[in-house]
Nanobody, 123 residues
Framework: QVQLVESGGGLVQAGGSLRLSCAAS????????MGWFRQAPGKEREFVAR????????YYADSVKGRFTISRDNAKNTVYLQMNSLKPEDTAVYYC????????????????WGQGTQVTVSS
């Protein structure tokens, strides 16, 4: 069992930056694939980025590639999402998720979810 708690969301102007954090409980955090997803009002939850256990393999949605960076610190049981050059279309609730079995991009492949943190980008 893994419990996830996101933080770091807020209101930022377009072009600005935010860093989201996701703190995980559980001794087996380092074995999980960690992902970030987001959901805007009226839209489906969409994949943003994911990182495997070692941190050496990452994958991004095309919409954030080159602007967002996912990283993890297994010693601190924490995964991060550094978001630069933010755009109004990045506005959404951002969720951290953990998967024990898949490196995929579908929300269905992730077993545990945080409560989400709101990111609002003003134009």
């Amino acid at each position: 069992q893994v419990q996830l708690v996101e933080s770091g969301g807020g209101l930022v102007q377009a072009g600005g930056s935010l860093r989201l954090s996701c703190a995980a409980s559980g001794r087996t955090f380092s074995s999980y694939i960690m992902g970030w997803f987001r959901q805007a009002p009226g839209k489906e939850r969409e994949f943003v980025a994911r990182i495997i256990w070692s941190g050496r393999n990452t994958y991004y949605a095309d919409s954030v590639k080159g602007r967002f960076t996912i990283s993890r610190d297994n010693a601190k049981n924490t995964v991060y999402l550094q978001m630069n050059s933010l755009k109004p279309e990045d506005t959404a609730v951002y969720y951290c998720a953990a998967s024990s079995r898949s490196t995929g991009t579908s929300p269905r492949e992730y077993d545990f979810w945080g409560q989400g943190t709101q990111v609002t980008v003003s134009s």
